[in-house]
Every structure is written in structure tokens, then in C-alpha cells.
């Protein structure tokens, strides 16, 4: 696979682990790693980059981020583990501010905005 537009070097071996482990659980901590790993990216792209922001990689993240925040929720109305629940409250919290994060830097960066710039 071919290294993707800004992307730290050793982010798409993440990339192939993240899902590898994914497929295996959809787990908080599987949950987990693809919000850090889209965290990580995010936070080492130029956002000012727009391909970067448009990259496959990141957009694929992205995605799995809110699919992940949706099966999160549904698993958390139904439990009740004490402990899950705040595990799951925090990791909602977390992902929320990455995909926040994502939209702004889009937002900053769409054809309608960037005269803000």
C-alpha cells in the first residue's frame, strides 16, 4: 500500500493492525485504537493541507470512528455494568472530539470558508 498525503510513515502498518484487531472485537479497546490512530493522524497532518484532510486513510477512519460511536451507544443502553458504562461514556467523549476535530479542519478548509483564512 502506498503512503497516503501527509501521513506519518509508519501509519498505515497501524493502519492494517488497527483493522486486524477490529475484526477480531468490536470491543471499547478495539473502539479505542482507531480513535487514537485517527487522533494521531490528525494530529500530524498540515491542516492546511486539503488532500490530506480528503485522504482516503483518514476519511476511512472517519467512518469507522462514527460507526463506532454508533454500535458504542447501543451496546451502552444496554448494559448494566457500572464500569462499562463509564468506560464507554469516555471513550464516546473521546471520539467525539476527534471527529469535532476532523470537521472543523474541513469546515477551515471548504471551498465556502477558506476566504476566512
Known amino acids: 500500500m502506498q503512503a497516503s498525503v501527509g501521513m506519518p510513515i509508519n501509519a498505515l502498518r497501524r493502519l492494517d493492525e488497527t483493522t486486524a484487531s477490529e475484526v477480531e472485537s ?4 478495539s473502539m479505542r485504537n482507531v480513535m487514537d490512530l485517527l487522533a ?3 494530529q500530524a497532518i498540515d491542516p492546511k493541507n486539503h ?17 463506532n460511536q454508533t454500535k458504542l451507544m447501543q451496546m451502552l443502553t ?3 455494568d457500572e464500569g462499562l458504562l463509564a468506560l464507554g461514556l469516555e471513550l464516546n ?4 472530539c476527534a471527529l469535532d476535530k476532523h470537521d472543523a479542519i474541513r469546515f477551515v ?6 476566504w476566512m483564512l
Open 26 to 29: 468490536s470491543s471499547i479497546e
Open 40 to 42: 494521531n493522524m490528525l
Open 51 to 67: 488532500m490530506a484532510v480528503k485522504d482516503k486513510v483518514i476519511v476511512d477512519l472517519i467512518d469507522r470512528c462514527r460507526a
Open 78 to 80: 444496554t448494559t448494566v
Open 93 to 96: 467523549d473521546a471520539l467525539q
Open 109 to 114: 478548509l471548504s471551498v465556502g470558508h477558506a
